[in-house]
């Protein structure tokens, strides 16, 4: 079983958007897929009550019952899990990035939030595993490729050390919208762009660090 942690001390990067996404892309792919929402706020499980299809699952719990629903989940044959931290709890997120094979930090491109992004690095380094800060809520694309917030933001994050994933995450109305009804973007919109970027991300994911 794989697991991918989603970290970000600071609130409203979009981490449970990009949890619920990612989850239900592995889900069509054939992947048993499941979300442990550890966040007090539940928005997860939230989302779960409104959905009609049976998969992703989601597990609402606290941070001291993922290790022992990380070894059922093994024992279940699950092939993903995907953590969502609540933000401004570092013991949690402590647990959930030693538990990660992979974390994903979200962060959107304005000076604030880049700056702010260096207490959740710290966790990852002192997990000792493999972390990526994911560009979330960027401006949209022109024609010549990524606007210059973004490309300012990917020469800022350098600083941390961490890989910055090239597929970035404009921010579209879709990736919220599609969640109202319990769907994710690839379910709402499957041929838009909103869809075709979250995709993009899972692939790159898939294909750097080996998923299956």
Not at 110 to 122: C, K, M, Y
Not at 150 to 178: C, I, K, M, Q
Request: glycine letters at 6%.
């Amino acid at each position: 079983m794989k697991i991918i942690t989603l970290l970000a001390q600071k609130g409203g990067t979009g981490k449970t958007t990009l949890s619920i996404h990612l989850a239900v892309i592995a889900a069509a792919a054939s992947k048993k897929t499941v979300i442990a929402d550890i966040d007090p706020q539940q928005s997860a499980m939230f989302w779960r009550k409104r959905r009609q299809l049976e998969d992703p699952q989601v597990i609402g719990m606290t941070a001291s019952n993922l290790n022992q629903t990380i070894f059922d989940l093994k024992n279940k044959n699950t092939d993903l899990l995907v953590i969502d931290t609540a933000p401004h709890s570092e013991s949690d997120s402590i647990i959930a990035a030693n538990a990660a094979d992979i974390i994903l930090i979200p962060s959107r491109p304005a000076i604030l939030d880049l700056e702010a992004i260096g207490a959740s690095v710290n966790i990852v380094k002192k997990a000792e595993t493999k972390g990526v800060i994911v560009l979330n809520g960027c401006p949209f694309p022109g024609w010549f490729g990524e606007t210059a917030i973004v490309t300012e933001a990917r020469d800022a994050l350098t600083v941390y050390g961490l890989p910055v994933a090239p597929v970035s995450l404009a921010n579209r109305v879709a990736f919220s919208h599609s969640l109202i009804d319990g769907r994710a973007v690839t379910e709402f919109d499957q041929k838009g762009k909103a869809a075709s970027e979250m995709e993009g991300l899972y692939r790159w994911i898939n294909e750097e660090y080996m998923l299956w």
